[in-house]
């Protein structure tokens, strides 16, 4: 049985590159042409770097070229400051690392957007990202140069999700790029994992921007370097897990503990049971852990420390603290 | 396979009453001893009250003595707004029933408490009751009587969760109970379904008060004549669905689909399957559809009407208008 | 002593056209040559329209040319729903009176902006008007056309202010008006107004946008016709008065009082006692009503009201109830 | 012209203990008899503790025997995360000491009480304190004593104000005291102050509790020793200043300026200008700084951290960051 393909035509998008690899990897028992994976750890987790190099790559793995970096780190779920610091302290890093690659130099403007709906907890961790961002932009326009700090000139916006605003992010974020022309976009999104372990735990940070149809709030137009015409870094944490999934694991589930069962799943019929469990919401079902509410405020917290230090590279950690509350 | 067991082993509680009592009818093919139940409907839907009359009754059901009237109306979900009044309108008039039988007087005070955690989108409906809530109390102790219009005293409190007070809602209950004396207390909460067609369809109102375990926040402590020393109707709508019913459901189809497995089925291996899939979040997970928040929205709203209605039946609907944002 | 001029020496706007009139025409004694004024009455208040005819006008009122209407409706502060139904009515006739002369067409697509800030109690009526504004431009691009329900294309946005976001709110409405191209903005603004007696009684609306240096936020850059565009109308509701207007007030009284002090009172004397006042906190405090949480709620969902019956006129107040929450 | 006398005569309270000290102290030109004032510095402010020792001085004061600790520091206004941690030091210290002196021990559990409305940004110091608390009390009654991590119970609730919830705070403190059996309350709230450079610049904790008619909110009953049966400690910040003072300050200044005046102005008359200017509004108007939403978020962060370290002394401050986000 075949989860990816499984997922795919119950129409559940897979928003991990690594999650993706992984599986095709696994189906192919070799690493795939066109893909190349490195894997480095670090005190509180691990980094793997998925790199899509070619057409071929792209096709494999069904996504854009570019460099998708996910930090695996359990103590992200935890409340632990310490190991909070850490990883915003390699998010920064990464961070800083895929802006260099870019060419994007120390005083060029960022543009960061939240996605996702403030009012639904799942879908909320963009606006609450935004929430802690170190905005800097109007010290450049407006104060005296010794007020600014030495810092990058950095915009932040949430503008609230389609059914709210009537106008896909998209839009907005590209018209607003096109009046203050930052150099560089950062997306922050809520996103769907496949696996229930990955919730607060798996931060993914790719130079490809958003694709349509990712994330908890189905984005319906990309945000990337093509629709937007500069750089486009999409960082994003699962915060849910469709209920597909789960539907998906009991099956796995039963036929492991009854293996002689295999055979007789066709994959027709696996999809039809599963619509079947589904149905009655649309299918549009999503699974999250309880204490959801605090796992994102957590995660919001370090997404930001990780971006702040990531867009100010030279301010060190401790002297945030005169600029952020 | 006995859904009733298989939730119940897996910890998962049910809330609804009419739930429970369509599993074990079905199991023994006939009403249960000890259990009435009624059936009517409205314009919107149907209304169930089950009544369980005697200790036998109590045992069957696993629930205590008392009315429990269930309205089961879809329109609930919907956008539309003639249906919501409606829905409200038979709330009201089923909420007075129960008053009446109490025997509460209609100037008799009463305490309304939202149970629940603001912060976390499936959980807010009880404390977002509260803020539509006609509260009335402080007019009947500080104001004319001529500004009282009329109006039983009514309070309102959503003192938080556990987590947040380090208080069972119970005790903070009891306590203001104790205090300011009201004849009946209504408490409000967000409820956990077996059926995903339930959520935001389905209101239950009991005269039993709140179980221990019940609802989204699973209370310690139950608020009941019991503890609380007066009457307390509960009013709950299912926003969730745990997630072992999505596994029970997928077995199912898949028993459903290829019949010969049900013999091979053990209970103590569906146990086994379940807690295999669920393990990762320690089994704490739930389901909600996407547009959760709208459907909290809507059903709070719902709910204030229908209780300021049952509350102050010699007001019209209309005449609300001027005393309610 | 010249209130006017006193206020404006102390860098206080008036954001009331009706007030500036009032003052300028009650120096000159006789109507201002180039403005004109018109004034109705209604069932809750009066309606008067000031018109800026050319640029003596301009100059004179230190204003644009256009038309500004003034609804003044003391029930708006109060908890009244068939007097705050009674506004929203006139408010919707007026925004469709401009809207005609305007020559905007009755499907032509709007985009709203809620100015201001949401965490700020006395500044977050915009942000909360856009909450309840009936939002369809989504509608018109992926529901099939009998789900629009005739209704034009409304957008709506309210994204936060400079301080959050680095980027002048001026600057995001032209992004986005480029590229979504509507016929026309609406702005909503919390304004200060000059008298205590205006907050949440008091609505402004004018085909003239919104000027640098207005309303509670202090926008830098004005939202117009000039700088959008396309046709700009300004929607505002005082909720603060500037506390330099209170200290003019208690010198005006102590005039009032003691005649005899008037010619004493050099306008210098007078700027620097009030500078006296108001320097601890760089003169920047604003003053308002206890209640202003309630006012600010009854007053957004009153100009929601209105502005949702002026885009979409053919649709009757009541079946907005199936729209909206 | 006196300005305790003036505000008093128009119902303005003075909830700094330290205010009235120093107004009766300039009218009587020399120490009161019956209170004690205590001065030392920190290198962020200083803090002054006025104790009033017997009835003489309770007559004197209009307020009741005990210890008022007045923390002076500017720098709590400002974006300085150092002055800040030292500010909560110099908090949790003199809030040890109040504990000590009312002899109540380490593990004594505590109730902490955030008074105010959340939806009023002045307002809203209070509950925002609530939510930084640690709350420690449910982890004594359910968790394994290894996971209390020696942390005295506390308990955390911010009810809500009496026209949202119909019920006094204090009845609901007093409810709770009485299920909880907690051996302090401490209580916070929003206070008003006479001088506008005491916003977000000065704290007051007094081991009195809260009297009535105290508070942005105006407590209609106090929390003290008396009413709950146990030590009630208060902690407040000035977050506004009554219009009236901003009239006072008016007079003042003319008066200085013109300095003859000062024997023309009656008492009588003072109080007449005032209540004329601030009719309007029936009199109850704030004055607040613009950035006060950002004024209340610093300060409630302060507090509570002073208070988390007052409340568990035993911890250093460092490891409250694996107990708090």
Wanted: proline letters at 6%; hydrophobic letters at 45%; a negative charge.
């Amino acid at each position: 049985m075949d989860r990816l393909e499984f997922l795919q035509q119950l129409g559940v998008n897979l928003d991990l590159a690594l999650e993706a690899h992984e599986l095709l990897r696994g189906k192919a028992q070799r690493e795939l042409p066109g893909v190349r994976e490195d894997k480095e750890s670090f005190a509180h987790g691990t980094v793997t770097t998925v790199t899509i190099l070619n057409e071929v790559g792209e096709k494999l793995m069904g996504r854009a070229r570019g460099t998708y970096i996910t930090i695996e780190a359990p103590p992200l779920r935890e409340n632990n400051r310490l190991a909070h610091a850490g990883i915003s302290n390699v998010l920064a890093a990464k961070l800083n690392g895929l802006i260099d690659n870019l060419q994007i130099g120390p005083d060029a403007p960022v543009l960061v957007i939240g996605l996702g709906n403030w009012e639904a907890t799942p879908d909320a961790l963009g606006p609450r990202v935004i929430e802690h961002c170190l905005v800097t932009r109007h010290l450049h326009e407006y104060a005296p140069e010794e007020l600014q700090g030495g810092l990058r000139p950095v915009a932040a916006l949430a503008p609230g999700v389609l059914g709210l605003t009537g106008i896909e992010t998209a839009e907005i974020a590209r018209g607003v790029t096109q009046r203050i022309h930052p150099s560089l976009i950062i997306v922050v999104d809520a996103l769907a994992a496949q696996n229930l372990d990955r919730i607060s735990t798996t931060i993914q940070m790719a130079d490809t921007g958003i694709s349509p149809g990712s994330g908890v709030g189905n984005q319906r137009v990309g945000i990337t370097r093509e629709s937007m015409g500069i750089p486009v870094i999409a960082i994003g944490v699962p915060t849910v897990v469709h209920a597909a999934v789960i539907v998906f694991e009991a099956m796995q589930q039963i036929i492991n503990t009854l293996p002689q069962l295999g055979q007789q799943f066709a994959p027709q019929m696996m999809q039809d049971i599963a619509r079947g469990v589904l149905a009655p919401f649309g299918g549009d079902l999503t699974v999250t852990p309880k204490e959801i509410d605090d796992l994102i405020q957590n995660t919001a917290r370090v997404l930001a420390a990780g971006i702040n230090q990531g867009l100010h590279p030279s301010v060190t950690p401790d002297s945030f603290a005169t600029y952020l509350q």
